[in-house]
């Protein structure tokens, strides 16, 4: 399957960067192998999906509500998002989990609702360090997809993304005998056709090697989405 590179923003940038930011990707996109998704913040989601219109770099949202509508301030919608041009949405972040105590269930109901208004899921799934010295992380990650999946996501094309929490943003990643081992493990959980990610520390430096990585079909990258050289470089790197 074509290999997907996807940038999460996080809590980054001003509106005038980031759609700079969107439009540099672009100009860098030509020829690639890869498909590109950049998800930014919310306030920002429009304004880059405006700029980019017609252009081959899908859009996501970095959360939604697990209700379309209601009494839920400052939370925001998955039709609001496809309103606004996103048509991915990344649930289950290990920062969602651990910042806002999202459970599996929460997840999974998230995933739902995104599903049925157009959005396809990209659904986290890693290990703190603790679970990982004490042998647990296969087990925590196949508990975590098992918990987050909802009916119809291979059906959606929905994508899962291994991301060991321990990894993301110290600059560590596990060695590339654990990352295949996951993956395998998630690729005989979540089957053939489903896009499984890798993201955690990702960068020009040891991207080529990770996405060789037999079941890792893309990467869900943080901080080197930031710059557009680094994020285009992952993504020629991906064949």
Partial sequence: MRPLIAGNWKMHG?????????????????????????CPPFPYIQAIAMSLLGQPIAIGAQDCHLV????????????????????????????????????????????????????????CVGETL????????????????????????????????????????????????????IHAALRQAAGATTRLLYGGSVKPGNAAAILALPHVDGALVGGASLVAEDFLAIARAAG
Wanted: glycine share 10%; aromatic share 4%; charged share 20%.
């Fill in 14 to 38: 001003t509106l005038r960067a980031s759609v700079a930011l969107a439009e540099a990707i672009r100009a860098g996109a030509d020829g690639l192998n890869a498909e590109l998704l950049i």
């Fill in 68 to 123: 379309v509508q209601g009494a839920h301030t400052g939370d925001v919608a998955a039709p609001m998002l496809r309103d606004c041009g996103a048509t991915y949405v990344i649930l289950g972040h290990s920062e969602r989990r651990a910042d806002h105590g999202e459970t599996d269930a929460v997840v999974k109901a998230k995933a739902a609702t995104a599903i049925a208004h157009g959005l396809t899921p990209i659904i």
């Fill in 130 to 181: 603790a679970q990982r010295e004490a042998g647990e992380a296969e087990s925590v990650v196949r508990a975590q997809l098992s918990g987050s999946l909802p009916d119809g996501f291979a059906e959606a094309d929905g994508v899962v993304a291994y991301e060991p929490v321990w990894a993301i943003g110290t600059g560590k990643t596990p060695t590339e005998a654990d990352i295949a081992a």
